[in-house]
């Protein structure tokens, strides 16, 4: 709830990253959901509250992004609990309310999906990418196939052999 540590193995030591009011590329928190390290070796931090971030180590600085309810173009949800990223450079954000978002990072823009989009549930757990260019979801309601490239969902349930609906 308060920051993160960052442990140096040559060193053994710890350094604490906590958020300071007076400095907005300092970590914003609320309870760390999940941390990623990309192929670029930035560290992502997923939180349950207002943000999803990543650290530059050149700076040390945190740089964040923010839902914005009046932007389509725009992070889905500030409730972030999973964090991968595609063959392609892109980053995907599964939300704890409302679906999973695609983030083309060179671009800096934004595509979110939700059930309304073929999703089966708007709670995305685990991102994982398979060898033939698809993202498996794990939800509340089954598994989810998305096809990177035809956009597609498909759902898995019950009914297709699985032993439980909600993977978490």
């Known amino acids: 709830d308060y920051g993160a540590y960052k442990f140096d193995r040559k060193t053994e030591q710890f350094t604490f990253y906590?958020?300071?009011?007076?400095?907005?590329?300092?970590?914003?928190?609320?309870?760390?959901?999940?941390?990623?390290?990309?192929?670029?070796d930035k560290i992502?931090?997923?939180?349950?509250?207002?943000?999803?971030s990543y650290f530059d180590e050149l700076t040390g600085n945190f740089v964040h992004f923010r839902e914005n309810k009046n932007s389509a173009n725009s992070l889905s949800s500030n409730n972030i609990i999973?964090?991968?990223e595609d063959k392609y450079g892109n980053y995907w954000f599964g939300s704890a309310n409302n679906g999973l978002t695609k983030f083309d990072f060179?671009?800096?823009t934004f595509k979110n999906y939700t059930i309304n989009d073929?999703?089966?549930?708007?709670?995305?757990?685990?991102?994982?990418?398979?060898?033939?260019?698809c993202l498996w979801l794990s939800t509340n309601n089954?598994?989810?196939?998305?096809?990177?490239?035809?956009?597609?969902?498909?759902n898995y349930s019950i009914d297709d052999g699985l032993t439980n609906m909600e993977f978490n």
Not at 44 to 52: A, E, P, R, T
Not at 142 to 154: A, I
Request: glycine share 8%; net charge negative.
């Open 82 to 84: 999973s964090i991968s």
């Open 142 to 154: 089954g598994l989810s196939k998305f096809d990177l490239k035809l956009e597609e969902f498909t």
């Open 106 to 108: 060179a671009n800096k």
């Open 118 to 133: 073929g999703l089966p549930n708007n709670v995305i757990y685990g991102i994982q990418e398979d060898d033939n260019e």
């Open 44 to 52: 992502w931090f997923g939180s349950n509250k207002d943000v999803v």
């Open 18 to 40: 906590q958020n300071s009011s007076n400095n907005p590329n300092s970590i914003q928190t609320g309870k760390i959901t999940t941390i990623y390290r990309d192929s670029d």
